[in-house]
């Protein structure tokens, strides 16, 4: 790799810390936790994708990348098609991230698994490569992606990048280094790479436009397509994320953290795959603890839409930007994805309805009368004590016509590790998810065949139980 600035000349580059910690890592040497939490969060992502291959976004991403790529050998989740390499990874991703019902590293914000899974998958049966090494490789990618998204601590999202996208492709880059035989170097040449291809932004969120589902499975894309240039001898920046121009000080400017310790910080010791929270609603992770409030009051007192004066969010001001504003079109949501980022209708649908499912995002449930004059009735209020973004906690205030005041307050979103969903829990959404497209006995199948990858010689069994 080219010299280092002269300041960071006795410093081992953070890139090349973690390519030495990918191509080092043992199989034996993952915690059994930590595995078993891989495989979870795994077939929590293929069971989403595989409702989502239902969805018109699918479709048209579908139509799209086929029409462009043609025909390939690897299978498309959910749907009759297969594409190249890099094109099923990126359909694959934009699958399992299109419904916003995906894991969160809770300190990163970041959705690693979905741009990490069909990286592994993929690259693992271009590979030959066996079902424990693909685990390991999409835990490296979580490990990396985790780290770098926390090293900023909510900072992309204040200045417009979306990190899912962004921050994914650099841990795709260990996935896919890892899997296709890299060095050390080319590893972190790869995340040189990336610096000049990574991308998110949080444009989305002004009209619900699509283009957020796409990026985890660019950046999968694009981390492959990196790989195979460093792999080439492609001279690459080593300073990819300390460098002057480097992903904080480009991305952040002057609000880029000055400790960059987090990224590398007790590898292969303190395991980030055990701060990647499920998700038990289909919306934002920010809006969960809001949709749980709303739950808990409307079955402890037996409120109706009818009963109640005013709704108040008490929510951390690092995540408003996301889900609160701008608030005259948080009130009103045009589409799924507006209402999927949209505190207001998260909680209005679970007081109306007792639920939040993929079916209240339909377009009749979101334009209820009912449910948007909830919408109107709520509004926000910051609190700043809530431990964000470690948790994703907030309080629920409900004002009723007979003029009690209600509380319900969560310090931490279900399904956080503070908060656990169960491994039942985990096979029911699965079960949910896969349910919409296939037969209870192929879901079951795909169940079985993930939950038992680690000891599977190859991957292709699990990839061609996907295809639909």
């Not at 939490?37 to 595989?50: E, F, N, P, V």
């Not at 080593?238 to 000080?249: D, K, N, S, V």
């Not at 910080?265 to 609603?281: D, F, I, Q, S, V």
């Not at 001001?317 to 609160?324: E, I, N, R, S, Y």
Request: net charge negative; hydrophobic share 45%.
């Amino acid at each position: 790799m080219d010299s280092l600035p002269t300041e960071l000349a006795t410093r081992t580059p953070i890139s090349l810390q973690l390519g030495e910690f990918a191509t080092a890592l043992r199989v034996e040497e993952i915690p059994a936790d930590v595995m078993e939490q891989a495989k979870r969060h795994m077939l929590d992502s293929l069971g989403i994708a595989i409702a989502a291959s239902g969805f018109d976004y699918a479709r048209r991403t579908i139509g799209a990348i086929h029409g462009m790529a043609g025909a390939g050998s690897h299978p498309v989740i959910g749907m009759p098609y297969r594409l190249p390499l890099r094109d099923a990874v990126m359909m694959n991703g934009a699958l399992i991230h299109g419904l916003d019902y995906d894991d969160t590293h809770s300190d990163a914000i970041v959705h690693a698994s979905s741009s990490t899974v069909p990286t592994a998958l993929h690259m693992a049966r271009e590979h030959g490569a066996s079902g424990a090494e693909a685990l390991l490789a999409y835990i490296l990618g979580v490990e990396a992606a985790s780290r770098i998204g926390a090293a900023a601590q909510g900072g992309f999202h204040q200045v417009g990048f979306h990190p899912t996208g962004m921050v994914g492709a650099f841990g795709c880059a260990l996935t896919a280094g890892r899997l296709a035989g890299a060095t050390p170097a080319q590893i972190g040449a790869a995340q040189g790479i990336l610096l000049s291809m990574a991308a998110g932004s949080l444009e989305f969120l002004e009209d619900g436009s699509w283009t957020k589902r796409i990026h985890p499975g660019w950046a999968g894309f694009a981390a492959i397509t990196a790989t195979a240039l460093a792999r080439n001898g492609f001279k690459a920046p080593p300073a990819a994320y300390e460098g002057r121009f480097g992903l904080f000080r480009s991305h952040m400017q002057d609000k880029a953290p000055s400790d960059l310790s987090r990224c590398t910080e007790r590898l292969g010791e303190l395991w980030e795959m055990r701060n990647n929270a499920l998700k038990p609603y289909p919306c934002c992770h920010f809006n969960h603890v809001f949709a749980d409030a709303a739950l808990a009051l409307r079955a402890a007192h037996g409120l109706r839409p009818e009963d109640i004066k005013h709704i108040t969010v008490r929510i951390h001001p690092g995540q408003v930007k996301v889900v609160c504003e701008p608030e005259a079109a948080k009130k009103v949501p045009a589409n799924s994805y507006d209402a999927q980022f949209s505190v207001h209708y998260a909680v209005a649908s679970c007081l109306l309805r007792g639920r939040l499912s993929l079916d209240e995002l339909e377009e009749e449930m979101i334009r209820d009368p009912r449910a948007l004059a909830l919408c109107a009735r709520t509004s926000y209020e910051t609190d700043a004590t809530l431990n964000f973004p470690r948790y994703y906690g907030g309080e629920l205030v409900i004002e009723t016509m007979d003029g009690r005041v209600l509380r319900h307050r969560e310090e931490m979103n279900r399904g956080s590790d503070g908060n656990p969903l169960t491994m039942a829990d985990v096979e029911r959404k699965f079960m949910e998810n896969a349910g919409r497209q296939i037969s209870a006995a192929q879901a079951r199948r795909i169940l079985d065949l993930v939950m038992g990858l680690d000891a599977a010689s190859n991957v292709m069994a699990l990839t061609e139980a996907l295809n639909g």
